[in-house]
């Protein structure tokens, strides 16, 4: 290792979350140290706390009527221009990907997944009420229908690995349909949701729909149980993390979805789809007399 | 001199028949056939609970004992999982087609002794007998017919992914609606494959084992469909019980979350259909006389035993007075008493036990400054009755307003504007079910989407159906049943 100083010191980025629509560093200015895959420090990462949490679920809170209100083929427009915005930066989100430890091939090939799959949500945006929804035949003279509508702020628990693809495969079908999310972003690997922040800033996405956090899961898995505002959870964690979650979620008897099956093999088609759509949405049947 | 009053036209002289003239009675007759002992139903056949114990089941409109039910056990429920799960494979494995044919059997064989089944429930339940005769009975054999027909159309359930039963299902149902209910947790199940280990609630067995015969009648395969009687510790073991990969709870949102803790630690897949404290909002637009049916119906069907009921209405104020006042003078009509008289409106309180429920939580509101408005009314002597209660001047934290009472109390606020008749719909934990009145088109269709309920009512009130999905939001508990969308709650992924 040379003792001599470069002729020119890169410029190293701060990392900050990107909630409520801005970029922050913990409330509690507290950072956890992450190093690259050689060993090399990188950066000192906001540690999220509680506190964050319950700020990012105001945040997204406040941010969940109008998103809602957005017409399917809006919200379409805004994941696809999400799409867009990765896709222009895929060499710096793969360099990244690489740097903590993915091989070029597979970092790549997540990279092609993950834009696919933000265009394969932009296309079911405006057409999974069709199918999850129905008018119903009842036999007497009234009008029914059962149409979906989002559950609100959802807490997403990102997996380890793929960091990226884990995160962005979790949000897609997540706010396809007009719920707003607080996500906590891969422990080991959260740089690449930093950058991801700053792409959702630039996506048309408004402020607060996503919310990203990075921090440690045994900190912040407690108070994803219990927040009372939080109306879902979508988790890929195993064991405890489960048990706790149902503990602390019965309280307000949260909708409660783990990671698993087809959804588990991230890098494959079947890992997308209406399922994840449709364990987001609450049904609504409607009555009206036919007739006067 | 004061000038005697000028009578007006907003209070006539109204004529009540009963105080003139007292209604005859007009009991249903029909022979409810019922056994002195009601045993366990596991495997097909009707067995002894293993430690020999019974319980009573009491008329609650006398306080007769009616029959005695088995108490199970542990070993007991264990024992019927064990059939479950010994005919879970043969039953999967049936074609659909053979499937929906046992089922659309059990409905038309319900139908057959569809009087015999109502005076069964009344008799249980409490409820008065126009409601079994044409809603519990018709409505639960509707259930059977209609998912009978989706047993071999497992490929439309989901679209883009081919389903298949989850295993063996443990459930347990409410008091409310005894025979109804099992036939909305069983018809979907055996439909797509599963069977079933379900309890019925320990006041209201007896449907449950006279539907145990029907379903010997109709030569269901032995041990796709068990029952087991008894309280909350049979419920607790049915539910807990490691053989099921599914459980479906219907009851009230307190024991759902002590379920939810239970099975924190498990994988097990669940279905929860809590309580509710539906609001049903008038506009000063609506039709008033049928809002005000609506309303009644709305809160004082089955007793206001329904967790879907309208026991919360917020009325705009411009109308608040008229409305209050039709109200008033339409519960004075209201028939009180014995459940098996045809001319009966409000039945028997379930049990004893509910019956001290609404006592205090009605004693809270008059503590808490609502002001209490019962119309004279002559409740049997013996038996558990309460009278139907309305209360007015609630605010938004008083008890009645916030509780679910399940009984014959209604809570009545005001409003001004849609949008804080929306805050104060929502301003609950519960999200079952809302109703709303107006004449006007585009506001029932904002109303319907701004209120935070799994079902509503427009211009109408209480009304069900096999083919339209029923559950709830928020602490209303989650998963739907009824239409496409509730088969989906009883599958797993091929």
């Given at each position: ?35 690259d895959?050689s060993?090399?420090?990188?950066a ?23 998103w809602?209100?957005?017409t ?17 930066r ?10 903590f430890g993915?091989?070029e091939?597979?970092?790549t ?9 933000l ?5 079911w ?8 929804g ?14 979906t ?42 740089y690449p ?8 800033a630039?996506s ?11 921090g440690?899961?045994?900190e912040l898995?407690p ?6 505002h ?31 099956g ?12 209406l ?18 | ?28 007759t029909?022979d ?18 293993k430690a ?13 004992k009616?029959a ?10 264990d ?8 005919a ?11 499937r ?23 008799l249980?339940g ?12 018709p409505m639960?054999?509707a259930h ?44 979907p ?9 379900l ?10 084992l ?19 009687t ?5 419920g ?62 709305g ?12 026991s ?8 608040a ?10 519960i004075r ?13 409000l039945?028997?309180?379930?049990s ?5 429920t ?24 013996k038996g ?20 679910e ?11 001004r ?23 006007k ?8 989407t ?16 096999p ?8 602490e ?7 239409g ?11």
């Amino acid at each position: 290792m040379s003792t001599r100083a470069p002729s020119r010191l890169p410029v190293t980025k701060t990392p900050k979350v990107y909630l409520g629509g801005a970029f922050v560093r913990s409330e509690s200015a507290r950072t956890y140290k992450v190093s690259d895959a050689s060993g090399a420090f990188y950066a000192n990462m906001p540690q999220c706390t509680r506190k964050d949490l319950r700020n990012a679920v105001e945040a997204a809170a406040k941010a969940g009527p109008g998103w809602a209100k957005r017409t399917a083929y809006n919200r379409a427009q805004i994941l696809y221009r999400l799409a867009e915005m990765i896709e222009a930066r895929s060499g710096e989100l793969v360099a990244s990907l690489v740097r903590f430890g993915a091989r070029e091939a597979d970092a790549t090939k997540g990279m092609t997944v993950c834009v696919d799959r933000l265009i394969h949500y932009a296309g079911w945006a405006d057409k999974y009420e069709q199918l999850l929804g129905s008018v119903n035949p009842v036999a007497s003279p009234h009008f029914n229908f059962t149409v979906t509508e989002p559950m609100g702020v959802v807490g997403i628990i990102a997996p380890d690995s793929p960091p990226l693809l884990g995160l962005l495969s979790m949000i897609a079908p997540v706010i396809a349909s007009g719920n707003t999310v607080v996500a906590l972003a891969s422990e080991k690997v959260p740089y690449p949701a930093i950058l991801l922040g700053e792409m959702l800033a630039t996506s048309d996405l408004p402020g607060g729909v996503v919310n990203l956090l990075t921090g440690f899961r045994r900190e912040l898995i407690p108070t994803f149980a219990t927040h009372e505002h939080l109306r879902a959870i979508y988790a890929a964690v195993e064991g405890a993390d489960r048990t706790t979650l149902r503990l602390g979620g019965a309280a307000s008897v949260k909708r409660i979805r783990f990671v698993e099956g087809a959804r588990a093999q991230w890098f494959a088609d079947s890992a997308q789809g209406l399922d994840a759509i449709r364990e987001f949405v609450e049904l609504k049947t409607t009555w009206h007399p036919i007739g006067s | 001199m004061a000038k005697p009053p000028k009578p007006t036209r907003a209070s006539p002289a109204r004529l009540i028949f009963g105080d003139l003239w007292e209604y005859d009675p007009a009991p249903e007759t029909a022979d409810p056939k019922l056994r002195a002992r009601y045993e366990l139903f596991i495997n097909g056949e009707f067995v002894r609970p293993k430690a020999g114990k019974y319980f009573d089941s009491i008329n609650p409109a006398t306080e007769r004992k009616l029959a005695e039910i088995a108490l199970a056990g542990p070993a007991d429920v264990d024992a019927a999982y064990r059939a479950a799960t010994g005919a879970f494979k043969a039953w999967a494995a049936l074609p659909g087609r053979e499937r929906g044919k046992y089922l659309f059997r059990i409905a038309r064989l319900l139908q057959d002794r569809a009087r015999e089944f109502a005076v069964a429930e009344t008799l249980d339940g409490g409820k008065p007998i126009k409601e079994s005769r044409d809603f519990d009975v018709p409505m639960a054999a509707a259930h059977f017919f209609y998912h009978a027909g989706w047993a071999d159309k497992l490929e439309y359930v989901a679209p883009g992914r081919t389903v298949a039963p989850v295993g063996v299902v443990g459930q347990v149902i409410p008091w409310n609606f005894p025979l109804l209910m099992l036939a909305w947790k069983l018809a979907p199940a055996l439909a797509m494959g599963n069977c079933v280990v379900l309890k019925p609630a320990e006041t209201t067995s007896i449907t449950a084992l006279k539907l145990a015969e029907i379903l010997q009648d109709a030569g269901l395969p032995p041990g796709v469909v068990n029952f087991v009687t008894g309280a909350a510790a049979t419920g607790a073991a049915v539910m807990g019980h490691p053989a099921a990969a599914k459980v479906a709870f219907t009851g009230s949102t307190e024991v759902g979350k002590a379920i939810m803790r239970q099975l924190a630690g498990t994988d097990r897949r669940m279905t929860m259909e809590l309580g509710g404290k539906a609001a049903n909002i008038v506009f000063d637009d609506a039709p008033l006389d049928q809002a005000v049916e609506g309303i009644v119906n709305g809160i004082f069907f089955n007793q206001g035993h329904v967790c879907c009921a309208g026991s919360r209405l917020l009325v705009q104020e411009g109308v608040a007075e008229r409305v209050i006042a039709k109200l008033k003078a339409r519960i004075r009509m209201l028939r009180v008493g014995d459940p098996l008289d045809k001319n009966t409106d409000l039945g028997a309180i379930n049990s004893k036990a509910q019956l001290s429920t609404i006592r205090r939580l009605v004693a809270a509101g008059v503590r808490e400054g609502a002001t209490i408005y019962q119309p004279p009314v002559k409740l049997p002597e013996k038996g558990y009755y309460y009278p139907p209660t309305l209360f007015t001047h609630v605010t938004q934290s008083h008890r009645v307003a916030r509780e679910e009472i399940f009984g014959p109390v209604l809570a009545i606020l005001t409003f001004r504007t849609v949008d804080e008749a929306i805050e104060k719909a929502n301003n609950t934990a519960y999200g079952l079910s809302a109703g709303v009145w107006t004449d006007k088109g585009s506001r029932i269709l904002r109303m319907s989407t701004e209120l935070k309920a799994g079902v509503v009512w427009a211009n109408t009130f209480n009304r069900f159906d096999p083919a339209s999905p029923f559950g709830g939001y928020k602490e209303s508990g989650f998963g739907r049943e009824g239409g496409r969308q509730g088969l989906l709650d009883y599958t797993s992924h091929a």
